[in-house]
């Protein structure tokens, strides 16, 4: 079975300092990797995705993710984060076995104090 | 232009009414899906829908009926409403048929059971 953790429900962090929101994942076969950002009152917005190949996927935003197979983790960076980052970020996971769905996590609460 | 589209945006009703929420995507995209975003913003997939067939239902009571008229269109019918069904759905559409690819999303549905 497939399965997405984020183990940090709240992220703060300062304007201008980097930021890490954290994913690892589980599924059978290759897995395929997404970001996606939700502001208030908004459906999910697509940041950046890792399918195959370098495993530093760069997106949209200045965002960043780093795809890491042997802890199986795809945590999401920033180097210098604004105010406007303040948003509810999931990570996604679907694996390459014929059937499999995306499956998302819990999600992250970002928090960029000015 | 709106790439996936939803209507109604906000949704209140009585108990053990029947509604519908619509979907519409312009992006010429095969697959459409049906996900319910609870209070804790936990997300979960419904269901999916490929060039109109049904591909993914996952344990959702037989209250909920999807409905494909087309590839560009997936209708959620809900009958017989419960107070559980409180949430925020939401539309997205994907081209599976082109590789692993990410989903696009509506900007939901929050619907309200009295």
């Known amino acids: 079975a497939q399965s997405v953790a984020q183990p940090e429900d709240q992220v703060n962090v300062a304007e201008g300092n980097p930021l890490t929101v954290k994913c690892t994942y589980s599924v059978s076969g290759n897995p395929y990797l997404f970001w996606y950002v939700q502001y208030p009152n908004r459906g999910l917005q697509f940041l950046l995705k890792y399918i195959t190949g370098d495993n530093l996927v760069k997106g949209s935003y200045g965002f960043e993710a780093e795809f890491n197979k042997s802890q199986t983790s795809f945590h999401l960076k920033k180097p210098s984060a604004l105010v406007s980052d303040s948003a509810l970020y999931f990570c996604a996971v679907m694996g390459d076995n014929y059937g499999q769905n995306f499956v998302f996590g819990p999600g992250t609460r970002l928090s960029v104090l000015p | 232009d709106t790439a996936v589209s939803q209507t109604p945006k906000y949704l209140v009703t009585q108990m053990g009414n029947d509604k519908s929420i619509k979907c519409e995507q312009n992006?010429?995209?095969?697959?459409m899906y049906w996900y319910k975003q609870d209070s804790k913003k936990f997300l979960k997939i419904m269901f999916s829908?490929?060039?109109?067939?049904?591909?993914i239902n996952e344990t959702v009571p037989n209250r909920f009926s999807p409905k494909s008229p087309d590839k560009a269109h997936l209708n959620l019918h809900i009958n017989s409403l419960e107070l559980g069904d409180s949430a925020v759905y939401f539309c997205?559409?994907?081209?599976?048929?082109?590789?692993?690819?990410?989903?696009?999303f509506g900007p939901g549905t929050r619907l309200t059971v009295l």
């Open positions: 829908y490929n060039n109109k067939e049904l591909i």
């Open positions: 997205a559409s994907s081209h599976r048929q082109a590789g692993i690819n990410e989903q696009f």
């Open positions: 992006l010429g995209h095969d697959t």
